[in-house]
Antibody, heavy 118, light 110 residues
Framework: EVQLVESGGGLVQPGGSLRLSCAAS????????MHWVRQAPGKGLVWVSR????????SYADSVKGRFTISRDNAKNTLYLQMNSLRAEDTAVYYC???????????WGKGTTVTVSS | NFMLTQPHSVSESPGKTVTISCTRS????????VQWYQQRPGSSPTTVIY?????PSGVPDRFSGSIDSSSNSASLTISGLKTEDEADYYC?????????FGGGTKLTVL
């Protein structure tokens, strides 16, 4: 079964850091681009970042550029999102998603919740 | 970057047909594929339409997608509405390096 499982969320103070992980199983992880998408409480989906299959190319939404870093370990079948200088507006459920093509996400995890608050 | 604008909410009765629009603010809607995602309360999004009008396996043919260059918009049409279709629906497209989501439309089937 194709599966993505996020972890690493939690409560963090403004200015703090967190690293999210997304464990992939049931498919050849190293063949796929991956995305992070977030959803603030009661709000819509917002794209955060993407990485290509070998990790050599990344891109970010303007709102997180310079603060967040996406990476992957294909040997461990795991996607990461390092989040630094966190702000209250980063509070959200963070989903990882497999990209069947660059622009089409066909498998989503259940999400992990990040709360930025003092 | 461009924006995708959706109606905040729509409602319709079971058995009827509803159409949700998604209007692109700049650039041609036809220049980049549009996807549609369904998100039921408390669940992760799932794809109902990709590449403008393609249905993933398992999605019933009651769901269809189209684009209209004259209005620079994409549409998701759901026919034979069922109560289980009640959910939030998001359109999504992209540019050279990023993805863009619409704000989402809450579909109520009453």
């Amino acid at each position: 079964e194709v599966q993505l499982v996020e972890s690493g969320g939690g409560l963090v103070q403004p200015g703090g850091s967190l690293r999210l992980s997304c464990a992939a199983s049931g498919f050849t992880f190293s063949s796929y681009w991956m995305h992070w998408v977030r959803q603030a409480p009661g709000k819509g989906l917002v794209w955060v970042s993407r990485i290509n299959s070998d990790g050599s190319s990344t891109s970010y939404a303007d709102s997180v550029k310079g603060r967040f870093t996406i990476s992957r370990d294909n040997a461990k079948n795991t996607l990461y999102l390092q989040m630094n200088s966190l702000r209250a507006e980063d509070t959200a459920v963070y989903y990882c998603a497999r990209a069947l093509t660059f622009y089409y996400m066909d498998v989503w995890g259940k999400g992990t919740t990040v709360t930025v608050s003092s | 970057n461009f924006m995708l604008t959706q109606p905040h909410s729509v409602s319709e009765s079971p058995g009827k047909t509803v159409t949700i629009s998604c209007t692109r603010s700049s650039g041609s809607i036809a220049s980049n594929y549009v996807q549609w995602y369904q998100q039921r309360p408390g669940s992760s999004p799932t794809t109902v339409i990709y590449e403008d009008n393609q249905r993933p396996s398992g999605v019933p043919d009651r769901f269809s997608g189209s684009i209209d260059s004259s209005s620079n918009s994409a549409s998701l049409t759901i026919s034979g509405l069922k109560t289980e279709d009640e959910a939030d629906y998001y359109c999504q497209s992209y540019d050279s390096s990023s993805l863009v989501f619409g704000g989402g439309t809450k579909l109520t089937v009453l």
